[in-house]
């Protein structure tokens, strides 16, 4: 979301909004303060977690596939750049966001399905107990109507927020097509591949193209198989997980080749080494809690855990991360969008979601042809 202008101030309100599919990092650290309100920055994580695993729960209940499933995380972490937590539910949100999701990629539910999907998530004893084939829950209709219209609200909120704009890239499909580019084995590439899905629960998604996240996820794969781990033996023909940390940790024609900078693959690898380090130390955050201090045992079968690899702990990634920052290229600079100060940044709640005044979508960012 940019800034709105407003018309002159003798006629009828008139704003436009631009769709800006990313954000420099400084913009992200920003509004997320702004919208974290008295929450500590462990707590929002915390919070945040919670509300993608929820996320992961509920769409693997209901069967929606994985792009679905990424892209309605990164809109309910969109979503919370510019409102504040305090003022919705999680529940609320990620349930809009898998619905706006499941449009964009034509994997569409209605209201009522992924509501149903989410009470069998949120209260597994009474599904067990349900005579449903299914697992539904009987759940009261005026509690269902009162849920269905708070998750059309937030919708409506999310649709203006990335102005109408339906498209979606995900990084999955890169991964796999540059992972044969890099010569990696097949090995490599599903840890870089489970990496991708990791991705989707931080706010890299929001800053870096999806190329860029599926080249960072395999330099990190490349990484995690080879710092104080024993040399596999590589299949024929692939190119050695020490090749690949070489070739992409450092400038050459690759960056051109795959139109990706080195710095953007640290910085992207640091935020996934934090969310690998915190699963490390709270194993329980894998499953969706109840509440942010009491994990719920009934976790969704098939559901995705964070891939941090078997032999790996948490003092020996964070050894990974000090030797990265002894070898780290400096960040390249990206300009602010809202300006250097707070007052720059604009207000969700007053920005959208408004019935007075004109508001014009635009999906090019401001200044753009």
């Known amino acids: 979301m940019d800034t709105f202008y407003p018309g002159p101030v003798n006629q009828p309100s008139t704003y436009t909004?631009?769709?800006?599919?990313?954000?420099?990092?400084?913009?992200?650290?920003?509004?997320?303060?702004?919208?974290?309100?008295?929450?500590?920055?462990?707590?929002?994580?915390?919070?945040?977690?919670?509300?993608?695993?929820?996320?992961?729960?509920?769409?693997?209940?209901?069967?929606?596939?994985?792009?679905?499933?990424?892209?309605?995380?990164?809109?309910?972490?969109?979503?919370?750049?510019?409102?504040?937590?305090?003022?919705?539910?999680?529940?609320?949100?990620?349930?809009?966001?898998?619905?706006?999701?499941?449009?964009?990629?034509?994997t569409l539910k209605k209201p009522r399905e992924i509501l149903m999907a989410s009470y069998s998530v949120r209260f597994p004893e009474q599904a067990a107990k349900s005579k449903s084939m299914v697992g539904e829950i009987d759940m009261d209709p005026a509690v269902l109507e009162q849920d269905r219209q708070r998750l059309l609200a937030v919708e409506r909120l999310i649709v203006e927020l990335i102005c109408f704009n339906f498209t979606s890239r995900m990084p999955f499909p890169y991964v796999i097509k540059i992972g044969r580019k890099l010569n990696a084995s097949k090995k490599l590439t599903k840890l870089a591949w489970r990496l991708t899905i990791d991705s989707q629960r931080t706010l890299v998604a929001l800053q870096y193209p999806p190329h860029v996240v599926a080249i960072a996820c395999l330099y990190l794969a490349a990484l995690l198989s080879t710092f104080e781990q024993s040399e596999s033996q590589v299949p024929p023909g692939c190119r050695s997980n020490h090749e690949i940390v070489t070739v992409l940790g450092g400038h050459g024609p690759w960056e051109k080749k795959f139109q990706a900078q080195v710095d953007d693959l640290e910085a992207i690898s640091h935020a996934l080494l934090d969310l690998l380090i915190s699963q490390t130390q709270n194993p329980s955050a894998n499953t969706t809690p109840n509440t942010p201090s009491s994990p719920s045992p009934h976790a969704s079968r098939g559901a995705h855990h964070v891939a941090v690899p078997p032999s790996y702990t948490s003092d020996q990634l964070m050894r990974l991360k000090i030797a990265m920052r002894e070898t780290e290229h400096p960040p390249r600079s990206r300009t602010p969008i809202f300006g250097d100060g707070y007052h720059d940044i604009p207000d969700g709640a007053d920005a959208i979601g408004r019935n007075e005044g004109t508001v014009r979508f635009l999906f090019g960012p401001h200044g753009g042809a």
């Open 17 to 106: 909004q631009h769709h800006r599919p990313y954000f420099p990092p400084f913009d992200v650290v920003r509004l997320s303060e702004k919208q974290r309100g008295k929450l500590s920055t462990s707590q929002e994580e915390k919070a945040r977690q919670q509300a993608c695993g929820f996320t992961e729960s509920v769409g693997i209940k209901i069967g929606f596939p994985r792009k679905t499933i990424a892209t309605a995380q990164n809109l309910y972490h969109r979503f919370h750049l510019f409102f504040p937590k305090k003022d919705f539910g999680y529940q609320d949100v990620t349930l809009a966001a898998l619905y706006v999701s499941s449009k964009m990629h034509d």
